[in-house]
């Protein structure tokens, strides 16, 4: 009989002048039916009261006087200890069974290394929403899938094994301040290395990027810089062949 020993979970938000909704998501995380081992908030140059909104919760404040998300979330995934590294944003809130699940994904599954999730807008219309999933986010997924070989991790709601990040952690570009850090890093994942899209794993986000069309913009801004960092030095079709010929000796 096979013992499965229990993995300890790191919950990672980086945050900036946030308090009010950092206070919603770490209240949702109080009410998970298996709690977070840590949970680390990155203090990204804050004026508010996001600091004492988080100690006041009993997480581990990390302070990153840089600003800038891509460093942000590498300091707090360079101090979680967890073997599993678990990201949401402050603008996050996650359901009761969201960490729960993902442990059990990373229990059950010793191939996958990454696990993405899907969104479920809030703060809008019905109509903002809908788009924002199926056209925003849907779009991402139908266009970097096959850019990247697998799914983009999105980062309001994605896990990832410790060993995965060490591996990538000294390849992301955590200086760059005007790319998406989770695109970053999804363009960073190895042959060799899988990620799993659950539709089912689905956390509430806030629709506020598409309240207006300026913070549109510099959201959908960043996507390209993104893109040319990496494009350069891994053409598509070499990224292809190189997941294809990775992924063989499992189909034999």
Do not use: K
Not at 120 to 126: A, D, E, L, N, V
Request: contains cysteine.
């Amino acid at each position: 009989m096979t013992t499965v020993f229990p993995r300890s979970v790191s919950v990672v938000i980086p945050v900036r002048d946030d308090a009010l909704l950092l206070e919603c998501c770490l209240s949702a995380l109080e009410r998970q039916t298996r709690r977070a081992d840590e949970v680390v908030v990155v203090d990204n140059g804050s004026s508010d009261g996001t600091a004492a909104v988080a100690a006041r919760f009993g997480a581990r404040v990390v302070t990153e006087p840089v600003q800038g998300i891509p460093r942000a979330s590498a300091a707090g995934y360079d101090a979680a200890t967890g073997d599993i590294i678990a990201r949401l944003d402050a603008d996050s809130r996650p359901g009761p069974d969201w960490i729960e699940r993902i442990e059990r994904t990373f229990r059950d599954r010793d191939d996958i290394d990454f696990v993405t999730g899907d969104p479920r807008f809030y703060g809008s219309t019905p109509l903002v929403h809908w788009m924002g999933e199926h056209l925003y986010i849907g779009g991402m997924y139908t266009v970097l899938t096959p850019l990247l070989g697998h799914a983009p991790l999105f980062g309001s709601n994605m896990a990832m094994r410790s060993s995965a990040w060490r591996a990538l952690s000294g390849e992301v570009h955590r200086e760059q301040r005007n790319i998406h850090d989770d695109f970053d890093l999804s363009f960073h994942v190895r042959p060799g290395m899988t990620v799993l899209r659950d539709r089912n794993l689905v956390v509430e986000v806030s629709a506020r990027p598409f309240q207006d069309w300026e913070s549109l913009r510099r959201r959908l801004g960043y996507v390209l810089p993104t893109v040319r960092l990496h494009l350069p030095q891994e053409t598509l079709y070499r990224r292809r062949q190189a997941r294809r010929q990775a992924a063989e000796p499992l189909g034999r």
